[in-house]
Structures are given as structure tokens and as C-alpha cells.
């Protein structure tokens, strides 16, 4: 396990400890569960400061969380009611056996609010979540992604194919390339980066927090999503982690998200040490933002970099150069791209921000971000496809000159790989 004496979350977690000591003191002493709270708390007080992990710190701050929310919240109405006498067995049948279970996880933890509140709606994309299931169906279509058969809905994923009348195999096989291509691409880079915090945005179906803490022990893994798809999914990864048989895993932890809201971008990091590196990682999500939505989650991604100096973003920047390539390669393909974009109910093509890869930088840079990186995507199939030619077609590849950006707050010198 990673050694970190100088661990700011270690701090958090002590004040956290004090502050839920304080308010379990304030509950009646007549209230059965007053005392089960203060044995759970005392569970998950960590050792000396030099012999703490990182991993073992960021579980323990995950499990108090979850604890202050069932005092604060889901038992506070009882904790204070007078005249209500029950016994610790009625009180503790109301509590969802699921949330003590989640209170005990050391690698793996879902967001109490997933699973005691009603997810808040975020109407602006909830059309854009099943293309989530779509995506990952075909990206995993040759079957050779751990897990992804089980989360992807492989039943309801084909009926929305069908929906969308993406029923040609060719067609399906070329997506299928582009988003596995994708897919592969950002992991080398996050690799790249060498970090063992990693916050997923718009997680979406894809198994990578799965694969990721699997592979890479003594690493915390967050994934977010809108609430509605993340309780779906946290359940799901849930029973594959039970299922599997791996001894020693990195932490796996679940949350709601609204990637347009700095504060619940803020709280998603909550679990993670400000002062380590970091890796933030979209996929497949800003592809749906307008201008404006575009440049208030820049703003935000700037704030959050600059709050964190060893962060590094790893997202999909896509310009308008890069959806005509995808149109140009095959017509079926194009037919098939504006049927999943249509479904979305956003005005995907027309309302692109960026015509080329030029004004995406430019934007960064007016941004006050800062390019790392920009890794190709090597088509499997035809790996000398890209660069393009001369005049920017990419006829022979479906990925095109499709890149991975590497970016950052501070400035560093642009390579491309």
C-alpha cells in the first residue's frame, strides 16, 4: 500500500470523526442506535498518520460519510421524535440493508444519496443515457471486455439498435472500432499519467472503473453519472465485484453528478487527496454540449485544475472536422451517427462549438487550459490510416483524425503522440 504521512484527507478525516462524535453525543441517550453508531464510528478511526494508506484513509472517509448520513438524515426524524419509543430492531429494519453494507465497503462504495433519496432530475440529458447502453454494447461487440456484458444491458441495448434501425452488421462492426478504438486510446493515456486517483465523468455504462481497480490495487477509482444512471449501474457493479475472485482490488466508488455544477464536481472529489496526482477523464459527454454549456464546464474544469495542480484531463475533444470524417466514411455509418444523435433530442452536428482542431486549442487556451497531449486513435484494422492527407480526409479510417487530449491548468509543452 502507498505510504502517505503528509495526507491532507487524513486531516479531513479526523475532523469528520469529531464533528459525527458530536452529533451522536446529541442524540437522546434512551435512542437504541445511538450506541451501534458510536461502535461503527470507532471502526473506521485510522491509525497513526505514518502508517496510514492512502487507499485505507480515502474507505474510511467513504464509510463515515455514509454513516453521517444516516444519522444526519435518514435517522434524524426518529432520533428527536419525543414520545416514540422503538426498539433498535424496528429502527434498524427501516434502515436499507444495502446502505449497511455500504457503510462496511473498503473497495467499493455507492453514494448514500443514490440510495436513499430520488435521484434529482436532470431533464436537460436524460435522453442522452441510453445511448450510453448503445455505446457500450458495441463497443464491446467481440465480447473481449471484462465485464462490460453484464453492465451494457446486451437485451435492451439491441432493442435500442433496432429503435434506431442501426441493424447492419458492417455498420455496427465500424462503430463498434471507432468506440473501442476510443476506449483503448484513453487508457493508454491515463496510464501515461501514471495516477492513482482517477474521476471518471459521465462514467455511462463502461467498464473501465471495474477493469481499472481491478488491475491497479492501492488506486481509488470514482465514477459519476447522472443519478438516475448511476444507481442502475452501481448495482451492477456491485454484484460483479461479489462475484469476482480477485484478493486485493483498488476502491470502486459510485456517484450522482452534474458536470455543469462546480460544487457537485467539488463533492465528487471529496474521497481523493488534493495534493497527489490525479486523472479526470471524460468520454463521450462533451460531445452534447452547446457553446454555452461548453464554456461553463470548461470554467469549471479550469477552476477544478487549478485547485488541483497535479490533475490532468484526458477527454475526447471532437470538432466539426472530425463529424464530417465519421459522415464521409461510409454513408450507412452517417445514416446510422444522425439516427443515435437524433435520438438525444440535441442539436448534435450544428451546435459544435469547434470547426477544427485549431479552435478547440484556441478555446482551451481562452479557457486558461493548457494542451498536454493529443494522442491519435489507431484503428485496429487499419493502423496507417492516419495521420490525414493534405487535405484533412480521412477516408480510409473510421476513427479519422480523431485524438485524446491531455490537459491541464499549468502550462506545459504541446506533444503529440
Known amino acids: ?51 496510514s494508506s492512502f487507499e485505507d484513509v480515502s474507505a474510511r472517509m467513504r464509510a463515515v460519510r455514509q454513516l453521517e448520513f444516516m444519522v444526519t438524515d435518514a435517522l434524524h426524524g426518529a432520533a428527536h421524535s419525543p414520545g416514540v419509543a422503538e426498539s433498535a430492531y424496528t429502527q434498524m429494519s427501516r434502515v436499507p440493508s444495502s446502505l449497511l453494507d455500504a457503510v462496511r465497503q473498503t473497495n467499493f462504495s455507492i453514494e448514500p444519496s443514490l440510495l436513499l433519496e430520488d435521484a434529482e432530475p436532470v431533464d436537460l440529458f436524460d435522453l442522452v443515457s441510453p445511448t450510453a447502453k448503445v455505446v457500450s454494447y458495441l463497443r464491446n461487440l467481440d465480447n473481449s471486455l471484462s465485464f462490460a456484458e453484464r453492465l451494457s444491458c446486451p437485451d435492451e441495448s439491441r432493442a435500442l439498435l433496432d429503435d434506431l434501425g442501426i441493424v447492419d452488421p458492417g455498420v455496427q462492426q465500424h462503430l463498434s472500432t471507432l468506440f473501442r478504438s476510443r476506449y483503448d486510446c484513453i487508457n493508454s493515456v491515463i496510464e501515461r499519467h501514471a495516477a492513482y486517483q482517477v474521476l471518471e465523468i459521465g462514467a455511462g455504462i463502461s467498464p473501465r472503473g471495474l477493469h481499472w481497480s481491478r488491475e491497479h490495487p492501492g488506486t481509488v477509482y470514482i465514477e459519476s453519472d447522472l443519478p438516475s444512471l448511476m444507481r442502475v ?25 452534474d458536470a455543469l455544477n462546480l460544487d457537485s464536481l467539488r463533492h465528487a472529489l471529496e474521497y481523493t487527496d488534493p495534493e497527489a496526482a490525479l486523472v479526470i477523464v471524460t468520454e463521450g459527454v462533451l460531445l452534447y454540449f452547446s457553446a454555452d454549456e461548453m464554456q461553463q464546464f470548461l470554467q469549471n474544469m479550469h477552476t477544478i485544475l487549478t485547485e488541483r495542480p497535479r490533475a490532468v484531463w484526458v477527454v475526447d475533444m471532437v470538432s466539426r472536422q ?20 437524433g435520438a438525444t433530442q440535441r442539436a448534435v452536428m450544428s451546435a459544435n462549438p469547434f470547426p477544427d482542431d485549431d479552435s478547440i486549442s484556441t478555446e482551451l487556451k481562452s479557457a486558461g487550459l493548457r494542451v498536454v497531449s493529443q494522442t491519435l486513435l489507431r484503428d485496429p484494422a487499419r493502423p496507417d490510416a492516419v495521420p490525414p492527407d493534405g487535405d484533412g480526409s480521412c477516408a480510409g479510417s473510421i476513427c479519422g483524425s480523431r485524438k485524446i487530449w491531455a490537459i491541464s491548468a499549468a502550462g506545459e509543452r504541446t506533444t503529440t503522440g
Open 1 to 51: 500500500p502507498r505510504l502517505m504521512p503528509d495526507l491532507n484527507i487524513y486531516d479531513q478525516l479526523q475532523f469528520l470523526i469529531h464533528k459525527l462524535q458530536r452529533d451522536i453525543a446529541q442524540i437522546d441517550e434512551a435512542y437504541p442506535l445511538k450506541k451501534w453508531f458510536s461502535i461503527e464510528l470507532e471502526m473506521f478511526t485510522p491509525g497513526p498518520r505514518e502508517s
Open 233 to 257: 449501474k452501481a448495482k451492477s457493479l456491485r454484484d460483479s465485484i461479489l462475484d469476482d475472485d480477485t484478493d486485493h482490488r483498488g476502491v470502486l466508488h459510485c456517484c450522482g453528478l
Open 322 to 341: 472530425n463529424l464530417t470524417e465519421l459522415c464521409d466514411f461510409d454513408p450507412s455509418v452517417a445514416t446510422a451517427v444522425r439516427s443515435v444523435f
